[in-house]
């Protein structure tokens, strides 16, 4: 069973009450500073995120999972990942319902689930029911007996403290970057697609910069 992780309420009488803006500002600096060390050192040992990148290129339909906070990362993911990717969709933003995925899970299917305490009961439902029924599960979550870890193919596990009310963002979006950066640097076609993607944008004048 889940050790059952704090919540927003327990962290802000721990870390934010009855603190001064410069003592809290402090506080949450040091404390980032030393979580983003942990991550980096993390990163250097080991080689989760190389196995993650790797199923992720090996697949031809990519499916993006999060429901809550972890919905931003999953959504920062898959943007990033549709730059050098065919074949990329985001679950629940309201174009791709997570039943359509359950009912047609094919053999090159991958699905990448973020899943932050505390744990969405959605995204743990889904996930779980995707492994089941045969597909293959790429976990970002930041615990090593968090929900889903039996269940996954591979797992990215990287903590997420925090001096804050709410946890920290800064080692799962350093992980979502270094898996971004080594899926698109393993596919061959991706530096085409980046190509063709920035001509289409300058023709479409999508950006400021470019005026």
């Given amino acids: 069973m889940t050790a059952r992780r704090s919540t927003p309420s327990e962290r802000f009488d ?34 989760a995120i190389e196995r993650a990148a790797a199923l992720i290129v090996s697949a031809r339909r990519r499916y993006l999972l999060g429901y809550g906070k972890s919905l931003a990362y999953a959504s920062m993911l898959a943007t990033d990942l549709s730059a050098g990717l065919s074949g990329v969709h985001l679950v629940g933003d309201g174009s791709l319902r997570a039943l359509d995925v359950l009912s047609d899970i094919r053999q090159d299917d991958l699905l990448v689930a973020v ?7 959605e995204t743990v439902d889904v996930a779980a029911a995707y492994a089941r029924h045969g597909g293959d599960l790429v976990l970002i979550t930041d615990a090593d007996d968090a929900p889903l870890v039996a269940a996954a193919t591979t797992s990215i596990v990287i903590g997420a403290d925090s001096a804050s009310y709410a946890n920290s963002p800064t080692p799962v979006v350093l992980a979502l970057h270094l898996l971004a950066t080594l899926t698109i640097a393993s596919s061959k076609g991706a530096g ?16 400021t910069d470019e005026e």
């Fill in 14 to 47: 721990r870390n934010v009450q009855r603190r001064s803006a410069q003592v809290l500002k402090q506080r949450v600096l040091e404390q980032q500073r030393a979580e983003f060390d942990k991550a980096l050192a993390w990163a250097a040992e080991h080689d």
């Fill in 115 to 121: 899943s932050m305490s505390r744990y969405r009961r």
């Fill in 192 to 207: 085409r697609r980046l190509r063709d993607r920035d001509a289409l944008a300058a023709g479409l004048g999508l950006y």
